[in-house]
Structure formats: structure tokens, C-alpha cells
């Protein structure tokens, strides 16, 4: 603890014998908080520090989970959480919004300095409302826009009824061509029963089936017949990085507006991992992204876009989302303060190298990955060379002591229930120090597991694991965990 803090200085007041020097301002902060929520509510206080003590005893492989920094946690606790803030920094419609206006305005001064975009929209609550603000920011900007002006309106509200009536008819359905959700595509991509299906006209581009690849040529076809407004590319799955230059010229070629899901990469883009072509800020019109994935900060997401879209994207609360979120827009500013550090690139570079090494490891021990390997942070096993579904996969590795999930993959067979693959992400590992040597070990304890696991005939999610694998590949993910533990300076 540093002897000049407040947290110092306080204690010596109260406690003027004890020695301060093993102590750390983040253990206090936290045993604290323990304290404090268990007094009101001690069931959920107890369920929290589970959850710590799972996340500790389990090796995370969660492609878009990570561990966030102490910092960036606390900044969440606090009475931010009690103040409305509707609007934008300086456009709010509610008083004594001064500090919020501060936080959020630091936030979107780092989002574009990090990522060199001309705006920053720091307000969702989610990826998923980073890309609603996204959509409906299209459709205000490029067809009610542009349909008003024909009306002779200047907004909506100076519309009389007959003229709602007729500009309803002419925005019509919207056509939007995303990444189909098996080939790594989001369900928010215009996945049929998701919101974004049914606002838009949909068609999907996939991959080529023998090589798992994405086919620029095939997406230029697509895109030339569809004639889409959106242009949807970025995933949840794809193991590979993506050439946005390409995509950008097919979006001019059809007049589309090129729009990038970068939730899964945004670490990679900030470290300068992704970078030139496959850099999507500097490509798209508008980019989205969640903030706590790769990118190690909070639960939230952003919206990044062109001076097109500045104004409408910074209307997206009330006009799309719930009131901003002033806590975690605080712990986003720190996230991202962290993220614009020179050591984030080395971390960035880390994630790619550990999921690279633990692809080729996996294909050593005799898995078949997806695509033959990964340009970034995930990679796709399929599991149906060693007989299982993803589900049967995904919960003989958790009780072996192993967190990841079942992903569909290209062409599966089994649906996104039950799926065929299993999805391995390196962010959270190597967020905990963990190099080349402990990916090999990762892939030597996966690839024992499945080997193991025997499926129940003629059942999708039942399966056999032997009971001496289970607890020796606990063991070893253990011995891992122990070597690079979680919050070492959080005493709970
Ligand atoms: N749930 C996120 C993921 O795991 O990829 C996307 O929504």
C-alpha cells in the first residue's frame, strides 16, 4: 500500500499499531466490500465469493470472457450507479450531471485516441445494444433521412399522419448481409429469430466448406445480387483474422454501409495485433464491440463510427437504450486507460501466440481444428472425431476442471443447442501469465478428457468420463491455476 494514501493515512488514524506493510489497498477494498454486501444480504455475498473461489478453481478457456483489472472492478462499486444521465455529455435531460458528462466524455476522448476513430459512443449496455445502436443509426442516417427530405419534413415530429403513413411504406424492409451464424457469424447478424432478422431483409455468406475459409469473391457475388444497405462482417467464432479493405470495397461497390462487429477482437485492434487491412476502425463506417472480452474491461459496449454517423449514434439513449450506465462508463474509462499503456500490445501479441501454440499442440495430440489453426485469440475443435457433441465435450472438460463452451461449427450437423465443436479462447489464461509451455500442458489435459469421454448412445448430452481422468486432469489445471493464480492480491 502506498504510505502517503488516503486508505494509509485513515488506517493509521484508526489502527495506529498496525503494521501496513503486507497490506494491500485492493485486499481491504474487497474484504470490505464482502463485509459490507453480507451485513444486508449475506447469501448473495456468499454466492459472489463463489464465484471468485469457481473462477479460481476452473481454467478459464472462455473465448470472450477475461479477467478485468482490480481497478476497473472497484470503479463498477459505487454511487454512479444511483444518477440518471439521459443524453450525451452537455445534452442531458436531467439535472447535476456534471461528473457523469466527466467520465463519459474521458471514456469517449480514450475510445477514439485508442482506436483512432472519429467518434466514440460509450453508453451500451452490450454488444448486442452497440449493435442496435448501430442499426438504427444506419437507418435514420441512410433511409429515413434521405425519405424525410423527399417528404419535405425536417424531422418526425413534423410529420402529420398521412405522411408517417407514406414514409413507413417507403423505408420498408432493409436488406443486410452478415456472416451466417455457423460460419462464425453473431446471432445478432440477422439470425432469423434475432431482433436484427426481423428489422432487416436477411442473406448470409458462409464459408468455403473445404477449407473453412472465409471467400472474399463469393461475399462480392452475394453483396452485387443482395444489393444490401448493411454490410455486416466481425464474429463470434471465426478463427481467422479478416481483411476489412476488401469488405469496404465491396460495401462502395453496392453502396452499402460497411459495419464491424469487432466484440471478440477489440484487444487485438488496440494492441496493433490487427492492423493495416485488418484494422477495422480504419475501414468501416461504423464499428461495434463489447468492451470485456479481449479487451479486458468492464461488462459493456461501445459503438465507434464515421463523422456520418456521429450525431445519431450519440442519440442512441433514450431513442434506443435505457439510461447510461455512469458506473461502468467510469470503469470503462480505466479499462481503456490501461489498453492505451504500451504494455497492452505485448499482452495482445501474447493471446494470439498462446492460441497459435495451443492450436498446433491440439493438432499435435490429434484434434481437428477448425480452419488448421488461428490468426487470433480462439480456436474451433471439432468434437465429433472423438465421437461427442460439443455439449458432451463442453461438460466432461468442466467437470474435469476445464471452462469453455460448445460452439456450432461450419455446416454443424447438430444444431446451436447441442452443436459439434467446442470453442478455446486464450484471453483469460494469459491475462494470468500463462505462456507457450502451459498451452502445451492446456492441450495435453483437453485432448486426454475427450479422448476419455465415452457418449451414452443415442443421447445428445449424455456421456461417460472415467473417474481417474477427471481427477488427474483436475489436478493438473490446478497445479496451472496455482502457478498463475487469479487476484493474487485479493485475499478471499
Ligand atoms: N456471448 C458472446 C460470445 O460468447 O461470443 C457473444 O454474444
Redesign the pocket.
Known amino acids: 500500500m502506498d504510505p502517503d494514501s488516503t486508505l494509509a493515512s485513515y488506517l493509521r488514524t484508526v489502527c495506529p499499531d498496525a503494521d501496513l506493510g503486507g497490506v494491500s489497498a485492493e485486499a481491504l477494498a474487497f474484504a470490505a466490500a464482502m463485509d459490507v454486501v453480507g451485513e444486508v444480504a449475506p447469501e448473495i455475498a456468499t454466492a459472489v465469493a463463489a464465484e471468485l473461489a469457481d473462477q479460481r478453481a476452473n481454467l478459464k478457456l472462455i473465448?470472450?470472457e477475461n479477467f478485468a483489472s482490480p481497478a476497473t472492478l472497484l470503479a463498477m462499486g459505487n454511487w454512479l450507479s444511483d444518477k440518471y444521465a439521459e443524453g450525451s455529455p452537455g445534452h442531458r435531460f436531467y439535472a447535476g450531471c456534471e461528473n457523469v458528462d466527466t467520465i463519459e466524455t474521458r471514456a469517449v476522448e480514450l475510445a477514439k485516441g485508442l482506436f483512432g476513430s472519429d467518434h466514440a459512443y460509450v453508453q451500451p449496455h452490450s454488444?448486442i445494444d452497440a449493435n442496435l445502436v448501430a442499426f438504427w443509426s444506419i437507418l435514420t442516417r441512410r433511409v429515413e433521412g434521405p425519405a424525410l427530405e423527399r417528404l419535405g419534413a425536417k424531422d418526425l415530429q413534423g410529420l402529420s399522419d398521412p405522411d408517417w403513413e407514406s414514409l413507413r411504406r417507403e423505408l420498408g424492409n432493409q436488406r443486410l448481409l452478415g456472416m451466417a451464424l455457423d460460419a462464425g457469424g453473431?446471432l445478432t447478424h440477422g439470425f432469423r429469430p434475432n431482433v436484427s432478422g426481423k428489422l432487416f431483409e436477411i442473406a448470409r455468406y458462409t464459408v468455403d466448406p473445404t477449407t473453412g475459409l472465409l471467400d472474399y469473391d463469393q461475399v462480392r457475388k452475394q453483396a452485387e445480387s443482395f444489393r444490401p444497405l448493411v454490410l455486416l462482417a466481425g464474429y463470434?467464432s471465426y478463427p481467422r483474422k479478416i481483411n476489412f479493405r476488401i469488405f469496404r470495397e465491396i460495401a462502395d461497390e453496392v453502396g452499402a454501409v460497411l459495419m464491424v462487429d469487432m466484440?471478440?477482437f477489440a484487444g487485438l485492434v488496440a494492441g496493433k495485433v490487427f492492423s493495416g487491412d485488418f484494422d477495422p476502425v480504419a475501414h468501416a463506417h461504423l464499428v461495434t464491440t463489447t468492451t470485456h472480452k479481449t479487451l479486458r474491461g468492464p461488462r459493456g459496449g461501445m459503438v465507434l463510427c464515421t463523422e456520418e454517423f456521429a450525431a445519431t449514434v450519440d442519440r442512441g439513449c433514450p431513442l434506443v437504450l435505457g439510461g447510461p450506465l455512469g458506473h461502468i462508463m467510469a470503469a470503462k474509462a480505466v479499462a481503456l486507460t490501461e489498453a492505451s499503456r504500451p504494455e497492452f500490445a505485448g499482452y495482445a501479441q501474447r493471446i494470439v501466440d498462446n492460441a497459435a501454440t495451443l492450436a498446433d499442440a491440439l493438432i499435435q495430440q490429434g484434434a481437428t481444428v477448425v480452419t488448421g489453426g488461428t490468426d487470433n485469440h480462439l480456436l474451433l475443435v471439432d468434437a465429433r472425431p472423438y465421437g461427442l457433441t460439443g455439449r458432451q465435450a463442453e461438460t466432461a472438460l468442466r467437470e474435469a476442471g476445464i471452462t469453455l463452451?460448445r460452439n456450432v461449427i461450419p455446416f454443424d450437423p447438430n444444431g446451436s443447442w447441442y452443436t459439434s465443436g467446442l470453442r478455446l479462447g486464450t484471453p483469460a489464461v494469459t491475462t494470468l501469465g500463462m505462456g507457450a509451455d502451459e498451452m502445451r500442458e492446456v492441450a495435453a489435459i483437453v485432448h486426454t478428457v475427450l479422448e476419455s469421454t465415452q457418449p451414452v448412445p443415442d443421447s445428445k448430452a449424455k456421456y461417460t468420463l472415467d473417474g481417474s481422468v477427471r481427477d488427474q486432469a483436475k489436478r493438473r489445471a490446478g497445479d496451472l491455476l496455482d502457478r498463475f493464480p487469479l487476484y493474487p492480491g485479493i485475499a478471499l
Open positions: 473465448a470472450s454488444g453473431h463470434s466484440a471478440h463452451n
